[in-house]
């Protein structure tokens, strides 16, 4: 299976994340290439990989639907058990991903032992289907959940999640300020794209910290 690491394990290191893409970008994405970068550079070790369409897409250059749910849990559980194998038995491992990947993460975690979640845009909803919520089995995630959430992202509102209520499952949310789906921001906005990365990357460590996993 492919995989993206910007680098070897650090000697000793506590905690690695790995990280799946959403539907429609690859691993080597922009954004995911900044995350990466901007997590590594708070001392948090990353792992990307690829789902198998996405793969296939790489192959002959074919745009495909995402798989099928059990398809991409399967590729994740993959990823883990190889990353625990890699790193030993002293060595956390949390999982989270973009949109689509942070939500096969925290399906994941509903149902397997991680030791955290980090989800960069959950997509709570399809844009403007509020009667289609896409949060059942997050009370089934028993290990530190953090959604780094983007104030204008249309898969979920700060107003929207408000009138919603409590999310059992989810310890922290946090939201960054005029970020869409990818973290952009509007023009005038005295934030970029690579400001709220950056603070994501921050928050991430934060809540890693927190959790005692750095």
């Not at 369409?53 to 250059?61: H, S």
């Not at 099928?68 to 993959?78: T, W």
């Not at 989800?119 to 290990?143: A, E, N, Q, S």
Request: aromatic residues 8%.
């Amino acid at each position: 299976m492919l995989r993206f690491t910007s680098k070897s394990y650090p000697q000793g290191v506590q905690t690695v994340l790995i990280l799946a893409h959403g539907a429609g970008a690859p691993a080597d994405s922009p954004f995911m290439e900044q995350l990466a970068e901007a997590l590594e550079q708070q001392g948090i070790a990353c792992v990307r990989f690829e789902f198998p369409y996405m793969q296939k897409r790489r192959e002959d250059g074919k745009k495909r639907p995402p798989d099928r749910a059990p398809v991409l849990l399967e590729a994740f559980r993959e990823q883990i058990r190889q990353v625990r194998t890699e790193v030993g038995a002293g060595c956390r491992v949390a999982i989270g991903g973009k949109s689509m990947g942070g939500r096969m993460a925290s399906l994941v975690a509903s149902e397997d032992n991680v030791d955290a979640v980090v989800c960069f845009g959950y997509p709570f909803h399809p844009p403007g289907k509020l009667d289609r919520w896409r949060i059942d089995h997050l009370p089934g995630v028993t290990c530190p959940l953090l959604v780094l959430q983007g104030t204008r992202d249309p898969f979920g509102k700060p107003e929207e999640l408000s009138a919603r209520g409590v999310i059992e499952g989810i310890t922290r949310l946090c939201w960054l300020d005029g970020g869409n789906h990818d973290f952009a921001t509007l023009i005038k906005h005295p934030s970029d794209q690579s400001d709220l990365i950056r603070e994501a990357a921050q928050l991430t460590r934060q809540f890693l910290a927190d959790h005692a996993m750095m």
